[in-house]
Nanobody
Framework: QVQLVESGGGLVQPGGSLRLSCTASGNVFTMGWHRQAPGKQRELVAVITIDGNIKYLDSVKGRFTISRDNVKKTVYLQMNSLNAEDTAVYYC???????????????WGQGIQVTVSS
């Protein structure tokens, strides 16, 4: 069982930036982030494989950047130009190659709140 520990998040004004981090307790093929806003379904934000393949949600392309430190087993999500629509609980996720292909992830973090408001 892999444990995921998230950090970062909080309250930021529109146009601002935040960085999320997530560290895994073991080796995983893919790591990334989903988010869930009130009244909406959980959606994939960004994921990155151990060899650097990346997927982004269309609405965050050009604003968010995912990166990974394989030695530290940590994934980062740099979020710039944040707007109110980015407000959500962000969940770190991780899994195998099968998870990357299927979108069904094996491990989840507790979730961290990101609020964009003036």
């Amino acid at each position: 069982q892999v444990q995921l520990v998230e950090s970062g998040g909080g309250l930021v004004q529109p146009g601002g930036s935040l960085r999320l981090s997530c560290t895994a307790s073991g080796n995983v093929f893919t790591m990334g982030w989903h988010r869930q806003a009130p009244g909406k379904q959980r959606e994939l934000v960004a994921v990155i494989t151990i060899d650097g393949n990346i997927k982004y949600l269309d609405s965050v392309k050009g604003r968010f950047t995912i990166s990974r430190d394989n030695v530290k087993k940590t994934v980062y999500l740099q979020m710039n130009s944040l707007n109110a629509e980015d407000t959500a609980v962000y969940y770190c996720n991780a899994g195998t190659f099968r998870a990357y292909v299927s979108g069904v992830y094996d491990y989840w973090g507790q979730g961290i709140q990101v609020t964009v408001s003036s």
